[in-house]
T-cell receptor
Framework: AQSVTQPDIHITVSEGASLELRCNYS??????LFWYVQSPGQGLQLLLK??????LVQGIKGFEAEFKRSQSSFNLRKPSVHWSDAAEYFC??????????????FGKGTMLLVSP | EAQVTQNPRYLITVTGKKLTVTCSQN?????MSWYRQDPGLGLRQIYY???????DKGDVPEGYKVSRKEKRNFPLILESPSPNQTSLYFC????????????FGPGTRLTVL
């Protein structure tokens, strides 16, 4: 069964500092990997996704993530955090089976706090 | 503007009083789904629909019903709500299936007393 682990429930970063949010997954084949962001009072919005090809993926709002198959990881990074980045971040893993049935599992989320 | 709308945004009700949360998308997406979000548990899928008249259970379907009579609408029905259904609910849609980009509605905060 597939699963996603986000080891950090909360992270606090100073404004202007770099950010890395961790995501580890378990999946039997080549996964589809996603990062979504949920700003306060809002629904989730896709930041970036990986299906195949270049393992370094660029997303919106200056975010990037790197797929590392050997470590089963898909960590999210940003070189300089802005106060508006304070939100909850969700990693998700999914795939399409031979039958055509698709799956998607979300992690429990990491809350990012940005200090002045 | 491409969007998923949900109504109501906030609802307080009492145990056993039937309610419906509406969801509508204007992107002609085939796939729609409902999630609930609870602290420490993340997002869990309740029901999903691959297309009109095609629905199936997600991970936590007990106590919920859905229907998909039109492509754009996917209402969530709680026939007899209970306090353990107090939660934040999200509707989402995507082009074909779960691996496509999910577009989420703004959420419905439900409290069952």
């Amino acid at each position: 069964a597939q699963s996603v682990t986000q080891p950090d429930i909360h992270i606090t970063v100073s404004e202007g500092a770099s950010l890395e949010l961790r995501c580890n997954y378990s999946y039997g084949a080549t996964p589809y990997l996603f990062w979504y962001v949920q700003s306060p009072g809002q629904g989730l919005q896709l930041l970036l996704k990986y299906f195949s090809g270049d393992t370094l993926v660029q997303g919106i709002k200056g975010f990037e993530a790197e797929f590392k198959r050997s470590q089963s990881s898909f960590n999210l990074r940003k070189p300089s955090v802005h106060w508006s980045d304070a939100a909850e971040y969700f990693c998700a893993v999914g795939g399409v089976m031979n039958s055509g049935y698709s799956t998607l599992t979300f992690g429990k989320g990491t809350m990012l706090l940005v200090s002045p | 503007e491409a969007q998923v709308t949900q109504n109501p945004r906030y609802l307080i009700t009492v145990t056993g009083k039937k309610l419906t949360v509406t969801c509508s998308q204007n992107m002609n997406h085939e796939y729609m789904s409902w999630y609930r979000q609870d602290p420490g548990l993340g997002l869990r899928q309740i029901y999903y629909s691959m297309n009109v008249e095609v629905t199936d259970k997600g991970d936590v379907p007990e106590g919920y019903k859905v229907s998909r009579k039109e492509k754009r609408n996917f209402p969530l029905i709680l026939e007899s709500p209970s306090p353990n259904q107090t939660s934040l609910y999200f509707c989402a849609s995507s082009l074909k299936d779960r691996t496509d980009t999910q577009y989420f509605g703004p959420g419905t905060r439900l409290t069952v007393l």
